[in-house]
């Protein structure tokens, strides 16, 4: 056992100091596309979601396969950083960009009602996750929280079997409407007060797959949703992000407050 | 190359005629052409290709004579076939629904074994841990594992029915959504399917891209399933050195292409860019990473106390392994190679030396990882063939025009789980039909014979080892 000591030791420390200090892995990130301005009709198939709209983009359908940024440079860019402002939104409305204007109101109302409901979260957090018909993907960037690089035991967050014991619930998949039953008895299983993240873009709108026989097409068919993370898969540092967000140790808009 | 047989019982005796002389059982799907009937098609794994087999059903015939009392492996995929369609294979031994949902008062916990204090332990489909959703119903008297059930209808998506209509490069992208920890290896197969319904050959250098990636997945999936085990043994330390190799792993992947996972990568006629690295810099970051992640193997594979829960649990037999035609590290752990890569190449494994796999017969866990080592040393070697070759094709193109208008095709590539197996039918230059078939689906079903002797706590290390994802079973 003692070559496991001495193994432990071995690269020194390899935990990200975010969101204490900048990480330059999160800030590269590549993360949903952006309208650089409002892009007027465009042919349809440039988007395989339908993401796009004469109003902009929405980046909760957006899967990042870049055909839009590669093929009309002049209105489409990558949006930059994992933790940014455009991370995770607190209304499913603000996730399309360019933001209109009236979502602002509804962002601030829900924040103010997010804080009031988790002031009691905010040092110690128990996270319970739920995969209503992932593709795999969001899983192992969720379990990467729990390994040397992210640690979320640092920020005074842990994972818990029991959702009696659990604040947050983190919801992966397009919603399989075989899992609507187990997600909604683990949803009304938690104590108040909690707060549903959907992580990633299958979560928050079903990404390509559509609402189906066998799909809602998002999660918020079957749960509430607070946070509204896309991505597919969203990095680790986004899941932190919503995270941090959701108990409001971080304010969205990505301003560091601890 | 595709057959047809004039009837289904003239279909089974032909594909258990090539089994028997052979060729490996690769899969069975249902296909119902709007107003026609019901076509069943058998895939069979050959050394130079895959086969298909088919043969109509009489018009609004609501049974046929099952295949799986002729072969077992058709087990899981007459289910599915009676899920999607209603037919019903007559004689089939257990037709419960399999992918689809039926209505929850079907849901009741079913009993095999009887006796006195055999009771069923339902884990799942919500698993304690972060876990894709998948429920066994374990029925034990105590500490043994008489018999298991897997119900993984909880999280069918309707991937395969989804693919009808995209255009192929809308499909690739839902191709790699598939199984998503192997996204390379789907996106691979769809599209070798197109290229050749297409008569398209991508670029050697799109080939090599192909290859890295493919091989990187490989690494990624294979620590991913080393973080796993050395969890289950409580082993704190090794869990926290893989999962920190996974994650450079995935940082390199990220570098490369923008995704953590690879997507976006490959596209129908080649790759949709050259890697953002150079290839020597490549190259140099494989070197490292292979240097540290053999150094900590070799001290999990001398940690005697996490070795005594590998040996001997979840064994498969080699004789089950070659009859099931269990595929991928499941397969060679007992014995049965068909390394897709060697037997059947395709992109850049034409050009590279792939080796051979080690002799393996034990079929049991520690077997397993055994070969997912001996998988990660080879991949880092092809990732070094594949930087070098590539350094001097700076100068090719990433991708050629590939528009395919009709035509059908069966396309292959070896994921980390085994190989992957697509059914890809364009019409009017759009996908009329595409049915997957991943390695997990060909693979779990032997998650039922592989108890023998183990116990409640052997669970996590046999489900590990198997290494599948429930989003490939349950499409």
């Given at each position: 056992?003692s070559?496991?000591?001495?193994r432990?030791?071995r690269?020194?420390?390899?935990?990200?100091r975010?969101?204490a200090?900048?990480?330059?892995?999160?800030?590269g990130w590549r993360g949903?596309a952006?309208?650089?301005?409002?892009v007027g009709s465009?042919d349809?198939?440039?988007?395989p979601?339908?993401?796009?709209s004469?109003?902009?983009?929405?980046?909760g359908r957006c899967i990042l396969?870049?055909?839009c940024?590669?093929?009309?440079p002049?209105?489409?860019?990558?949006s930059?950083g994992?933790?940014?402002?455009a991370?995770?939104?607190?209304?499913?409305d603000?996730l399309?960009?360019?933001?209109?204007?009236?979502?602002?109101?509804?962002?601030?109302a829900?924040?103010?009602?997010?804080r009031?409901?988790?002031?009691?979260?905010?040092r110690?957090?128990?996270?319970?996750?739920v995969?209503?018909?992932?593709d795999g993907?969001?899983?192992w960037?969720?379990q990467?929280?729990?390994?040397?690089?992210?640690?979320?035991?640092?920020?005074?967050?842990f994972?818990t079997?029991?959702p009696?014991?659990?604040?947050?619930?983190l919801v992966?998949?397009a919603g399989a409407?075989?899992?609507?039953?187990p997600?909604?008895?683990?949803?009304?299983?938690?104590?108040?007060?909690?707060?549903v993240?959907?992580v990633?873009?299958?979560a928050v709108s079903g990404?390509?797959?559509?609402e189906?026989?066998?799909?809602t097409g998002?999660?918020a068919a079957?749960?509430?949703v607070d946070v509204?993370?896309p991505?597919?898969?969203?990095?680790?540092f986004?899941?932190?992000t919503?995270?941090?967000?959701a108990?409001g140790q971080l304010?969205?808009?990505?301003?560091g407050t601890? | 190359?595709?057959?047809t047989?004039?009837g289904?019982?003239a279909?089974?005796?032909?594909?258990c005629?090539?089994?028997?002389?052979?060729d490996r059982?690769?899969g069975?799907?249902g296909?119902?052409?709007?107003?026609?009937?019901?076509?069943?098609s058998?895939h069979l794994?050959?050394?130079g290709g895959?086969d298909t087999?088919?043969?109509p059903?009489?018009?609004?015939?609501?049974s046929?004579?099952a295949?799986?009392?002729?072969l077992g492996a058709?087990?899981w995929?007459?289910?599915v076939?009676h899920d999607?369609?209603?037919?019903?294979?007559?004689?089939?031994?257990r037709?419960?629904?399999l992918?689809?949902?039926?209505?929850?008062?079907?849901h009741?916990l079913?009993r095999?074994?009887?006796g006195y204090?055999?009771?069923t332990?339902p884990h799942?489909?919500v698993?304690?841990?972060?876990?894709e959703s998948?429920?066994?119903?374990?029925?034990?008297p105590g500490?043994a594992i008489?018999?298991l059930?897997?119900?993984?209808f909880y999280?069918?998506?309707g991937?395969?029915?989804r693919?009808a209509?995209?255009?192929?490069?809308?499909?690739v992208?839902l191709a790699e959504?598939a199984?998503?920890?192997a996204?390379?290896?789907h996106?691979l197969a769809f599209c070798h399917a197109?290229?050749?319904?297409a008569?398209?050959?991508p670029?050697?250098a799109a080939?090599?891209?192909r290859?890295?990636h493919?091989e990187?997945e490989?690494?990624?999936?294979h620590?991913?399933?080393?973080v796993r085990?050395?969890d289950?043994?409580?082993?704190?330390v090794?869990?926290?050195?893989?999962?920190?190799?996974k994650?450079?792993v995935?940082r390199?992947?990220s570098a490369?292409?923008?995704?953590?996972f690879?997507?976006g990568?490959?596209v129908?006629g080649?790759?949709?860019?050259l890697p953002?690295?150079?290839?020597a810099q490549?190259?140099?970051e494989?070197?490292?990473?292979?240097q540290?992640?053999?150094a900590?193997?070799g001290?999990l594979?001398g940690?005697?106390s996490?070795l005594?829960r590998?040996r001997?649990?979840?064994?498969?037999?080699?004789?089950?392994?070659r009859q099931?035609g269990a595929?991928?590290p499941?397969?060679?752990a007992a014995g049965?190679a068909?390394?897709?890569?060697?037997v059947r190449?395709?992109?850049?494994?034409w050009?590279?030396a792939v080796?051979p796999?080690?002799?393996?017969?034990?079929?049991?866990?520690?077997?397993r990882l055994r070969?997912?080592?001996?998988e990660?040393?080879?991949?880092f070697?092809l990732?070094r063939?594949?930087?070098?070759?590539?350094?001097?094709r700076?100068?090719?193109?990433?991708?050629l025009?590939?528009?395919?208008?009709?035509?059908?095709?069966?396309g292959?590539a070896?994921?980390p789980?085994g190989?992957v197996l697509?059914d890809v039918e364009?019409?009017d230059g759009?996908?009329?039909?595409?049915?997957?078939?991943s390695?997990?689906f060909h693979?779990?079903v032997?998650?039922?014979?592989v108890?023998?002797?183990?116990?409640?706590?052997?669970f996590p290390?046999?489900?590990a080892s198997f290494g599948?994802?429930?989003?490939?079973v349950?499409?």
């Open positions: 056992m070559i496991w000591v001495l432990g030791l690269d020194g420390v390899v935990t990200t975010w969101p200090r900048p990480d330059s892995y999160a800030d949903p952006r309208a650089l301005r409002p465009v349809p198939a440039l988007c979601t339908g993401a796009i004469p109003q902009g983009i929405d980046q396969c870049g055909r940024v590669t093929e009309r002049d209105l489409f860019a990558w930059r994992a933790t940014g402002p991370a995770a939104a607190l209304a499913r603000a399309v960009v360019p933001e209109p204007p009236e979502t602002d109101e509804a962002v601030a829900a924040r103010a009602r997010l009031a409901r988790t002031a009691a979260l905010r110690s957090v128990h996270v319970r996750h995969d209503a018909g992932s993907s969001e899983e960037e969720i990467a929280l729990l390994g040397p690089v992210y640690d979320i035991g640092r920020l005074g967050v994972f079997a029991s009696r014991h659990a604040d947050v619930l992966t998949g409407r075989g899992m609507a039953g997600l909604r008895t683990t949803y009304d299983g938690m104590p108040d007060p909690r707060v993240i959907a990633g873009t299958d990404g390509l797959l559509r189906s026989e066998a799909v998002g999660v079957t749960v509430p509204w993370l991505g597919s898969p969203p990095s680790p986004g899941i932190l919503a995270l941090l967000i108990v304010a969205s808009g990505g301003k601890r | 190359m595709t057959m047989q004039p289904v019982t279909l089974w005796d032909e594909l005629s090539r089994v028997k002389a052979g059982f690769a069975l799907s296909s119902q052409p709007e107003g026609g009937p019901l076509v069943l058998a794994a050959t050394a895959i087999l088919e043969a059903l009489p018009p609004s015939a609501a046929y004579p295949l799986t009392p002729r058709a087990f995929y007459e289910r076939i999607r369609f209603g037919v019903v294979p007559d004689g089939h031994p037709l419960a629904p992918i689809r949902p039926g209505p929850p008062e079907d009741a079913p095999h074994v009887t204090g055999v009771f332990i799942g489909p698993r304690s841990g972060v876990m998948i429920e066994y119903l374990v029925e034990t500490e008489p018999h059930n897997m119900r993984v999280k069918h998506r991937v395969a029915d693919f209509g995209m255009t192929p490069a809308d499909a992208l959504r199984e998503g920890i996204s390379v290896a996106a197109v290229e050749q319904i008569g398209c050959q670029p050697p080939g090599l891209v290859v890295l493919a990187l490989r690494i990624a999936n620590l991913d399933v080393a085990l050395a289950a043994a409580g082993l704190a090794a869990t926290a050195r893989f999962a920190l190799h994650e450079r995935q390199l992947v490369l292409c923008g995704s953590r690879g997507r990568v490959v129908p080649g790759v949709a860019a953002l690295l150079p290839p490549i190259r140099a494989a070197g490292k990473l292979r540290a992640i053999s900590d193997a001290a594979m940690t005697s996490f005594d590998l001997g649990t979840g064994p498969l037999t080699p004789a089950r392994a099931h595929l991928g499941v397969g060679k049965y068909d390394d897709a890569r060697l190449p395709y992109d850049g494994y050009s590279l080796p796999a080690a002799a393996h017969s034990a079929g049991d866990a520690l077997a070969v997912r080592w001996e990660v040393d080879q991949a070697g990732i063939q594949a930087a070098e070759d590539l350094a001097e700076a100068g090719d193109r990433a991708r025009p590939c528009e395919p208008v009709r035509g059908r095709a069966a292959w070896e994921a789980q190989e697509y364009v019409a759009r996908i009329a039909r595409c049915q997957p078939r390695a997990s693979n779990l032997l998650m039922h014979e108890f023998t002797g183990d116990i409640l706590t052997d290390f046999i489900e599948l994802s429930v989003a490939g349950s499409l």
